[in-house]
């Protein structure tokens, strides 16, 4: 998982997170494909394979380059309703519930395949899974957790991703708008054109072009006169009053008469001085209004008044107008309705009115900018009547006199609220979680590489904590995703408590948080932080009538000394918190170059367990217990080994803890289980009656639901019965549920199986244990037999607990019995059994069924 966060953190755009981490894919299962298929919905027209990776014999739907039809492949549809029914990866192929589709098999050359639906919160589900395409092939329970491991991951990924490609579309929308406003505006009606101080043209609208039958090229460059439609005379009179609203700042206007492609017509034309920032003159707009058919009559013209009055109130755009203390004087009926007012309520009301308090401000620069005949364009926020926020798109012009007195301004107001709650949307989206309203991990790099700014300023140090809750997928598996995205929640707000308000608590995806220490980053200063935190997690979550215990690991990464950019401080704060997790969890660990490496190792002993199985490199030993009294072999144990091609040979504490925390110990105890109990069957021609077989169970599987029915099942496959079977419990599987335990006991109990209390005297309730469970046995831990003959306070130990078990009718073993004279102690003292190197060392299955055959006494 390490390998596919960081192809994840470092991949700058979708394509390049979806092909490293199929690539991966490729390698961790050794599979001959992997693929995200878009949409896994029955009902969609198409479905196509946005992103694969494939080895070069196998090229899959994107190397074709095809895209197909649902209903063509009702077999791939029905495929899609199978998987969006299961929570989890569906394996498809030979012995399996769910075949390998024709279709697939047929056109993609696919054998078996695994695959999980992954949901995105944005748009439809996806198919993520692998293709086994040279032969079938059954993947493990640990690969089908792994999937969907990843497949979780990689949906977190794709929501951020497909959040940003949505928000960039959003930019390219936005610009199309202003490209289409920009035509709109070139095809108004009116000849538009701008001139500079000698009457040249600077640019052209088309319905100039159009009206005098001209180029732009005819037009761009040249002065009016050259290819004007006015006489010599009238030229000289428009070049003057280009000139004079020049000189003089103002407009000004005159009506004429020019040649057009449609004949003589009437035209009022005007000049518009346009001003830079600093109120000086840059240019002349002209603008030539045909009103030909104005001048015919008066009828004329007020019916053309009555039909812009009529525009005015039905247009889409609100306008408003203000005299120069800024009361307003008109406003359309769509400014009104924006607002939710009616147009008299509006009236002889400042525009500030209608403002925020904390927009005034910036109305008052746009005021002064008017008040200085400068037109402004910008986005500016209205109150409603509800109070609401009206948010628009403003062009506003000033009014001036003749005089180049101020008398108000007119805007044109564009209402933007749907676009700019959409964009505020996808940028909240796109920077923070869904889930606990945090920062998401690209706020989080951005926040990060800031305090690094100010800590490179200031000669200082800045601090990141990562953060993973321990052993939270049991909260899912056992109470469902609900509580476990509720203990989430919670877990956000302790952590938000436990810090300053200008340091950043951030959630990265799943059960990762980082918190970012903003200032004073150094050791000293950050470790009561890190205390504070595991501190908060010490107190119960109560969700949903529910009492939840959890613990977190921590690993702190410090600027400078760790690291000098984002990526890489996160990268070393996860090797700590790894750290902190192979140490026992609950505690904080700050980096050490030292850490990669045992990371590393662990990460690789990881990879390597996962195929343990599949390669065979698991397997039994055996060690038998002994009948003090007869010398004869009553009994064995089964312990498990792992030789690996890489790693040689790995102590059994080292993989049995990664096993433990990976959740692949379910596997392997289904395996140890099965296997022994087919090597007991087989020796059942040379065992005496009464014979038993010593089973070491795991914590998890011990309480995994459907433990009691699994082992009854196996018992069934092998042919034995439950009296050869002797199960070894510690004390840590009886802690803190008891009432789970008891039922699990007597389950056990119904099935016949003996059952053994491990490594006794080494826990905390053993004697309590031994009152609350009747335990048919109880093996003294090797600690205290290994100094009985030196030590008189073990030895006395071991007689008191020889006594104490013959009371209660319980039959002790001496583990780790090393030496004749610590085997004659205990044998004088009355123990029943033993087990040690001094009369076995662990043997293999063949070995222990040739003492079996030889009826051989020990020692």
Known sequence: MDRINRAILHASDLQQMMSDVLDLILDIFSCDRSFLLYPCDPAAATWQVPMERTRPAYPGALAMGIEIEIEVTPEIAASFQSLLACDGPVQFGPGRIRPVPPEVEAQFQVKSFMSMVIYPKVGKPWQFGIHQCSSARKWSAGDERLLNEIGLRLADALTSMLILRDLKESETKLKEAERQFHTLFDNLPDCIARFDRNGRVLLIN?????????????????????????????????????????????ANQLETEWHTAQGRRNFNVAHIPE????????SVIGIAQDI???????????????????????????????????ITTFVNAPMAE???????????????????????ASQQQIDSKLNRGITDSSERRLRRIDG??????????????????????????????????????????????????????????????QNINLAARRGAHTALLFLDLDDFKKINDALGHEVG???????????KQAVRSSDTVARLGGDEFVVLIREDGDEGAVRPVAEKILETFQEVFLVMNRQVMLTASLGISIYPDDGDEPLLLLRNADTAMYYSK???????????????????HRLQMEEQLRLALERNELYLEFQPIVEMSSARIVAVEALLRWRNEILGQVPTTEFIEIAEQTGMIMEIGEWVIDTAMIYLKHWDNWSEEGFRLALNVSPRQFRKLGFVDLLGRAMKRAGIVGRQIELEITEGMLLGDEMGASEIIAGLRELGVSISMDDFGTGYSSLSYLRDYRFDTLKIDRVFIRDVIDDPSDRELIIATLRMAKGLGVKVVAEGVESAEQFDFLKR?????????????????????????EHRCLP
């Open 206 to 250: 088309q319905a100039s072009l159009n009206t005098f039958d001209l180029s732009a090229e005819m037009a761009v460059g040249r002065r009016v006169g050259e290819n004007g439609p006015a006489s010599g005379e009238e030229n000289i009179v428009l070049e003057a009053m280009i000139r004079r609203a020049f000189d003089e700042g103002v």
């Open 275 to 282: 001003r830079d920032e600093e109120g000086r003159v840059v």
């Open 292 to 326: 030909t058919d104005q001048n015919r009559a008066a009828e004329a013209l007020r019916s053309s008044e009555e039909r812009y009055r009529l525009i005015v109130d039905t247009a889409s755009e609100g306008i408003w107008v203000v005299d120069s203390d800024n």
């Open 338 to 360: 924006m607002l939710g007012y009616s147009v008299s309520e509006m009236l002889s009301r400042r525009m500030a009115d209608f403002l925020f308090t904390e927009d005034r």
């Open 388 to 449: 609401s926020n009206l948010w628009t798109l403003a062009s506003t012009s000033p009014i001036l006199t003749s005089e180049q007195e101020y008398m108000g301004s007119i805007t044109l107001f564009t209402d933007i609220t749907e676009r700019r709650l959409q964009q505020e949307q996808l940028l909240y989206q796109a920077h923070y979680d869904s889930l606990t309203g945090l920062p998401n991990r690209f706020l989080a790099l951005d926040r990060l590489q």
């Open 485 to 495: 995205d509720q203990v989430l929640r919670m877990a956000a707000g302790r952590l």
């Open 582 to 600: 192979a140490m026992g969890r609950n505690t904080f660990h700050y980096f050490t170059d030292s850490m990669n490496q045992n990371v590393a």
């Open 829 to 853: 003292e009355g123990c029943d059994l033993a087990q040690g190197w001094y009369l076995s060392k662990p043997i293999s299955a063949d070995e222990f069924a040739e003492l079996l055959r």
